[in-house]
């Protein structure tokens, strides 16, 4: 049989074998049927409304200065921005219906875990709010540890071919700002995190831990991982990265960059108001 006629010749057998069925069997899986595209219809509505993370970047501004660049729940400086309170009116973005709350949170508001009301709630009181020795954040200066260099006031931390996987600021001189990009082996940019706004593709399993003073990131099926941890009023960072599929690594002990010991000349020395941290040319290790 022609392989083009076989799906319109399967489809009137199908309904050849419908009519044949008694009334009460077509009207059941009729109801059956209309059941679940009701459930998929308001499942995708649902899902949409909590997952709102491309909010215009005024709102989403005013968003993380409300919640003072944590989460609204747990603190955790990696943002999301949620609907509580669909707009009626499709592509519109309240502010006063809407929170910044961590990937985590998000998932438990999809998940009904957490209701409407309770995120009006903390959106009244947000975490960084009223615990406010307890956020993510260093006074007075910015001092970050990469491997046994000690860096103060540098905000560009990594970077290769002047692009940066790496960045750290501070917000009224305190709260800390992420600019993450994470790409995979094979150099596919999968995630971003812009002053504290996370994006990515929600079919990406991501792992991210948060307690005051420590935050992690991880995807173990890309083999990424970024990790932030504040002491002594001082930030170490660990990291697994790539960039043009060459992997980019940061222990407590040293620097790798395509597996190559990196910055070796200034461990052990604290380096002030640099423009750069850590800074790499793909082409050499390329060549």
Request: charged residues 20%.
């Amino acid at each position: 049989m022609n392989s083009v006629l076989l799906p319109r010749y399967r489809s009137a057998s199908r309904l050849v074998t419908f009519m044949n069925l008694t009334p009460v069997s077509r009207s059941l899986i009729c109801l059956s049927l209309l059941l679940q595209f009701l459930y998929c219809f308001l499942e995708s509505i649902f899902m949409n409304v909590a997952a709102s993370v491309n909010a215009p970047l005024p709102i989403q501004s005013q968003l993380k200065k409300e919640a003072r660049y944590g989460c609204s729940i747990c603190g955790c400086p990696l943002l999301e921005f949620v609907q509580f309170i669909p707009s009626d009116t499709p592509g519109a973005y309240l502010p006063e219906n809407m929170i910044a709350i961590c990937p985590t949170h998000t998932l438990k508001f999809v998940q009904n875990e957490l209701s409407a009301t309770e995120l009006s709630s903390f959106k009244t009181k947000p975490y960084n709010r009223i615990n406010e020795n307890k956020p993510f954040a260093l006074a007075p200066e910015l001092t970050v540890n990469i491997a046994k260099t000690k860096f103060i006031n540098t905000y560009r931390l990594l970077s290769v071919d002047d692009f940066d996987l790496v960045t750290i600021r501070k917000e009224n001189n305190s709260y800390l700002l992420l600019d993450l990009n994470f790409f995979d082996s094979q150099n596919n940019l999968i995630a971003v995190t812009s002053e504290n706004s996370w994006t990515t593709d929600k079919k990406l399993v991501w792992n991210v831990d948060y307690e005051p003073g420590y935050l992690k990131i991880q995807n173990k099926t890309r083999q990424i991982l970024f990790e932030a941890k504040i002491e002594s009023g001082e930030i170490f960072i660990v990291a697994d990265m790539y960039y043009s599929g060459i992997p980019v690594n940061i222990t407590r002990d040293e620097v790798l960059f395509g597996g190559i010991e990196e910055g070796a000349e200034t461990k052990g020395t604290t380096l002030k108001n640099y423009e750069t941290a850590i800074s790499f040319q793909s082409d050499k290790w390329l060549t």
